[in-house]
């Protein structure tokens, strides 16, 4: 790849401060439309320029000025890249060159993903310090945490060939949804055809995909062809009816920091890499109730040329229809509208949500709702309260611009720390005290 230029550095700056400035945000915006042009192109109908900006205008850009005081709802600021990384020192800190530039929310209408609404187990290895394993985890490999960009915390899957695992969390339910982020540095095209990161829900806490039952999706990282994804399931001591290759062309999402998701609805499996559901395989999982641990699994990368990191890893229990739930109990509340690091601007993968809850107002247009923002406690108490309002209003303008809501039918308020649902001592609470709720009015 080539390298990136002095000019290249001056917009990743401009992507990390474009809340300082109106003017800035005016140079961010039409860089974010021309990095979003060849993504709308191929995955969605053809925009006007004027359409893409009035979007980007009214989403990305909320009138409140927030302060990095608060967490992000599982966001980060650090950013995805195809060449090395470069270490700073033993400390692992870690200095990523490309930008991972958010796509236009317009490209994620149709995003139909909606984690589950219990959280089980969230990590953003915040805790955990620069250098070493994971407290959580387990592997038969080696790995790290280090810091990207002298900013957030990443997991580095290092070992060429291992498996990783979450030995203490709590077991899976027949419903559940899994998130987290990918960040890959040093692939090219001499990087393995082989080379890929495989998703696998367990029977068991071994370093091999299962016992008697497993289910397996793999996301090829290979950049110098287009390589499929690939998805098998095992039951009951033998391969079952299920081992298939999905084609698919991801080498631009693998190289750009991609969001997957992953959603389990009973025997039901659906996979999300950014906007695009790539796997819906109705009845991939063969038997209920067997599957109980979230592994990962890499092979073939080169040590210390090829990096697999992941960060914000979520798992919830899922199954409550968000829309029902407003409509027959008139309030909800959801922690998975995430937002940058410190900032009212929403992550794309958050539209799901926004998407059912504009499905609400479409239905009956007699409904309004009152929008409230939370934080955790990261942050001085004003800032979050001016973060928290300056959320609600960015969720209002999702609707508003994106899903033809009527602004008149929103009310915005936020709460910043002051309403806790769980310790702000942990990833996990934090992640739970992040969220946004709905209220009938």
């Avoid at 063969?286 to 592994?295: D, G, P, T």
Wanted: hydrophobic share 30%; with cysteine; proline share 4%.
């Amino acid at each position: 790849m080539k390298p990136y230029s002095k000019i290249s550095i001056v917009l990743i700056s401009f992507t990390f401060c474009f809340s300082l400035s109106s003017g800035a945000n005016a140079q961010l915006l039409k860089k974010l439309k021309k990095k979003a042009e060849r993504t709308v192109e191929r995955k969605l109908e053809q925009k006007t320029e004027k359409e893409t900006g009035k979007a980007m205008d009214s989403i990305l850009d909320p009138n409140e000025k927030t302060s990095k005081n608060d967490n992000s709802q599982g966001g980060s600021s650090s950013q995805g890249s195809g060449n090395s990384p470069s270490s700073t020192g033993s400390d692992s800190k870690v200095e990523i060159n490309n930008p991972n530039v958010s796509d236009n929310l317009e490209v994620y209408k149709k995003y139909d993903f909606v984690p589950g609404d219990k959280v089980l187990y969230f990590d953003d290895f915040s805790q955990d310090f620069v250098g070493d394993f994971p407290s959580k985890w387990n592997t038969n490999a080696t790995g790290e945490v280090v810091r990207i960009n002298n900013s957030e915390n990443w997991f580095e899957l290092k070992s060429g060939y291992g498996v990783y695992y979450l030995p203490s969390t709590p077991q899976l339910p027949e419903d559940f949804s899994l998130e987290f982020d990918l960040l890959a540095a040093g692939l090219d095209k001499n990087t393995s055809s082989t080379a890929r990161l495989n998703i696998i829900f367990s029977d068991n806490q071994e370093f091999k995909a299962g016992s008697e039952h497993y289910v397996e999706v793999s996301i090829p990282l290979g950049q110098y062809a287009e390589f499929p994804l690939r998805a098998r399931n095992y039951f009951n001591n033998k391969t079952g009816s299920i081992n298939t290759d999905i084609q698919a062309d991801i080498r631009d999402e693998v190289l750009n920091q991609p969001h997957i998701a992953v959603s389990v609805t009973k025997n039901r499996y659906r996979l999300w890499i950014n906007e695009e559901k790539y796997v819906d395989i109705p009845q991939f999982v063969a038997e209920l109730n067997k599957l109980k641990y979230v592994k990962f699994h890499i092979n073939h990368f080169k040590d210390g040329k090829e990096h697999i990191y992941i960060n914000n890893i979520k798992i919830a229990e899922g199954g409550v229809d968000l829309r029902r739930k407003l409509l027959s109990e008139g309030k909800i509340s959801t922690n998975g509208i995430l937002f940058d690091s410190g900032s009212a601007n929403i992550k794309p993968q958050s539209l799901g949500i926004v998407m059912q809850i504009s499905q609400v107002l479409l239905q009956d247009n007699n409904i309004k709702l009152k929008i409230v923002g939370h934080t955790d406690s990261d942050g001085g108490d004003d800032a979050n309260l001016k973060l928290s309002k300056a959320r609600a209003e960015a969720v209002k303008h999702a609707l508003v611009n994106i899903y033809n809501i009527s602004p008149e039918r929103l009310q915005t308020d936020g709460k910043g720390e002051s309403a806790p649902v769980a310790d702000n001592s942990t990833a996990d609470g934090k992640s739970q005290n992040r969220r946004v709720e709905f209220i009938k009015i």
